[in-house]
């Protein structure tokens, strides 16, 4: 596991954009696995930037939604369909056959989770799964008590999962209580994992993901498992991972 520390926000993105742009340029047919949220942001806006510069070329490239909440459709602006064509694929040349996000108003979840997952196999699995890190440590929308082995699947949201995401939801609006999203297995079978988390409220879950056992009840510590992780954070993000890796060194 590759672990990069960056002094800010912006530095990380930037490493992290310019990785997504070399899986790209080295193989432009590849299947990328894309999250959504607000610690991709700058990520996508460097991307697009770049794009306008002449920099990079997506038009035989794949992309694969990590999550998309149930009960909603696509066109609601609180869905992950409409988050990844406002922040990313309407800026730049991303082939709409090649863009796919589990549909979030499928009558029948479980084979929505079924046809999607056939979707990620056919393409040969994904190349490079760009992940985030949830405060409670959750990867996808996988929680806390996930097995590492699950599929892409029907999952509930945990309340602090459901209170971070609020914010996305206009005043008065029903938050989904429910997803559909890749499972840990999926995600673990990627060829390479890049892992973006900043800001101070991410530093115990990176603690617990990166210098805590392996265990169902940290979904992140499961990285640990995959042979090419490359988890880059902002100095915030490393507050208490430095402070354990010190404590093991003095010791």
Known sequence: MEIIVKDTVDEASAIVAEILLRQVEEKPDCALGLPTGATPLGVYARLIEDFRNGCGCYNRAHAFNLDEYLGIPGTDTASYAFYMRENLFRH?????????????????????????????????????????????????????????????????????????????????????????????????????????????????????????????????????????TTIVLDRDAAHELDRILALEIDA
């Open 92 to 228: 730049i040349d991303f082939m709409q056959r090649n863009i796919h996000i589990p549909d979030g108003s499928a009558a029948d979840a479980s084979a929505e989770a079924t046809r999607y997952e056939t979707q990620i196999a056919a393409r040969g699995g994904i190349d490079l799964m760009f992940l985030g890190l949830g405060r409670n440590a959750h990867i996808g929308f996988n929680e806390p008590g996930s097995p590492h082995d699950t599929r892409t699947r029907r999952v509930a949201l945990t309340a602090s999962t459901m209170e971070a995401n609020a914010r996305y939801f206009a005043p008065g609006s029903r938050q989904p209580t429910h997803a559909i999203t890749m499972g840990i297995g999926t995600i673990l079978e990627s060829r390479r994992i890049v892992v973006l988390a900043t800001g101070i409220e991410k530093a115990s879950a990176v603690a617990a993901s990166l210098a805590g056992p392996i265990t169902d009840a940290v979904p992140g510590s499961a990285l640990a498992r995959h042979a090419h």
